[in-house]
C-alpha cells in the first residue's frame, strides 16, 4: 500500500499564491508518476498537472504559466507552486500516484494507483 497525505492548502486573495506539497509513504515502485487533480463544488475531478520519473511535465491549458508541478524524488514529495491564482482555481487538490512510469502522459484519474485525502484551496475575489 501507498498513502499520499498533501498539506498547503488555504484561504489566499486572487492574485496570490501557495505551494502544496504531498508526501508518498509505503510500497511505492522503484520509478513512478505523480500528478495533481482538483474538484471544485458541483463539479467532475479534472486533470491539473502530471510529472513523469524524470521530471517532464503536463499541464492543463487552464493553469498553464501560471502552475509548475514539481518533484523530489529522495523525499518521494511532489510539490505544485500555484501563482497568479483565481477564483475559478477553488477546489479540493488531490494528489495522486501511478506506480511504474512508462513515460505516457497521465491525465485520466483511471490511470493512477493512489490518492491523497485532498487538500482544499479557496481563492477569494
Known amino acids: 500500500q501507498v498513502q499520499l497525505v498533501e498539506s498547503g492548502g488555504g484561504l489566499v486573495q486572487a492574485g496570490g499564491s501557495l505551494r502544496l506539497s504531498c508526501a508518498a509513504s509505503g510500497r511505492t515502485f522503484s520509478i513512478y508518476a505523480m500528478g495533481w487533480f482538483r474538484q471544485a463544488p458541483g463539479k467532475e475531478r479534472e486533470f491539473v498537472a502530471t510529472i513523469s520519473w524524470s521530471g517532464d511535465t503536463y499541464y492543463v491549458d487552464s493553469v498553464k504559466g501560471r502552475f509548475t508541478i514539481s518533484r523530489d524524488n529522495a523525499k518521494k514529495t511532489v510539490y505544485l507552486q500555484m501563482k497568479s491564482l483565481k477564483p475559478e482555481d477553488t477546489a479540493v487538490y488531490y494528489c495522486?500516484?501511478?506506480?511504474?512510469?512508462?513515460?505516457?502522459?497521465?491525465?485520466?484519474?483511471?490511470?493512477?494507483?493512489?490518492w491523497g485525502q485532498g487538500t482544499q484551496v479557496t481563492v477569494s475575489s
Open positions: 495522486a500516484l501511478v506506480q511504474g512510469d512508462r513515460g505516457f502522459r497521465y491525465i485520466y484519474s483511471y490511470e493512477y494507483d493512489y
